[in-house]
Every structure is written in C-alpha cells, then in structure tokens.
C-alpha cells in the first residue's frame, strides 16, 4: 500500500521548547518517523507543509494542503491537522470536489509528551485506508473513523464524538 502523510503541524507535532518555555509547531518529521517506522508493509510519501497551530492557519494554507492532495499520484492520504479547523480544511476540500480517500488525524496531546494518542489516532487512519477503496473526507479520531461531518470535535471535553 501506497499513502502520501501531508502533515501540516498542529498539537500532534508540538515540541517544548527550552529556550521560550513554550511549545512550538515543530516543521520536521520526527514524530511521524517515529510511529511509520514500525509499518515496513506501507510506502510512504511525506510532504511536510504549513506547520502551524490549526488556530493560525489562513486561507493560503488551506489552499497549499488542497493543492498538495491534488497533486499526490497516491489515491491514499492521511493529512496530520491541528483539531480546531480540521472543519474549515475538510469544507475547501469538498468544495474543490477532490476525489482521493483523504484521513485527517491529529491528537490533543503532542506525541513528544506522550506517545499513546497520537500513535493510535495515525494507526487508525492507517488501518481504515488499508481496508477502505472509496473516496471520501474522513476523520480518524478517538477510536472511530467517520466521514468529516460526522465526527465532532467537542471542546468542552476535548473529544472528538459521533455525531449521530
Ligand atoms: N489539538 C490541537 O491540535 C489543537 C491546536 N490548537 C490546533 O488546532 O492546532
């Protein structure tokens, strides 16, 4: 199996940083390495773009992660996003009517503070687009995946739920 990972930044891929005291977007690949190098059975392309806390996304960046769907040969592709505007990202997509079988995935807690989340949320999406052939906008979350309509990120708890 063939899957580009567009990580783009977001909670997933904060690192703390010494210096400021603050956690910062990293704009590598560290995290990401970490997990795919238990999954010799996937071959993966990895484009690194935007790096940015979902929050400061603008217009321009949701454009660049829509052009870089559109111009991936991979049918598969898992998109790492901060969780607060996966919505608005998902939404350009639909309107660009892209057709490819497209993930996002993210995690509340970044993986350098712990792995757990962030790890299962990435093997979620995997093991969904190892299964699935039908393109659509997904979102693999907390456990389940579900058509990005559908699975909502509740920011009272700091879940993503069902929506039914
Ligand atoms: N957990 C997260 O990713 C939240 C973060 N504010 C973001 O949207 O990038």
């Given at each position: ?13 904060k ?101 757990m ?8 999406a ?7 052939n ?31």
């Open positions: 199996m063939k899957v580009t990972v567009i990580n783009t930044g977001g909670t997933f891929n690192r703390y940083n010494p210096i400021t005291g603050q956690l910062d977007v990293a704009s590598d690949n560290i995290s990401i390495n970490k997990i795919i190098a238990s999954c010799p059975n996937v071959e993966f392309e990895i484009k690194n773009i935007v790096s940015k806390d979902s929050l400061d996304m603008t217009e321009e960046d949701r454009e660049e992660i829509c052009e870089a769907i559109k111009i991936t040969k991979n049918d598969k592709v898992i998109i790492i996003h901060g969780t607060d505007t996966i919505h608005l990202t998902s939404q350009l997509i639909k309107e660009k009517k892209l057709e490819k079988q497209i993930v996002f995935t993210a995690a509340m807690i970044p993986m350098s503070i712990d792995e989340e962030a790890t299962m949320n990435f093997s979620l995997l093991g969904f687009l190892s299964a699935n039908k393109n659509g906008t997904y979102i693999a979350m907390h456990g389940v995946v579900a058509d990005y309509s559908k699975l909502i990120k509740n920011k009272e708890l700091g879940q993503f739920l069902i929506q039914e």
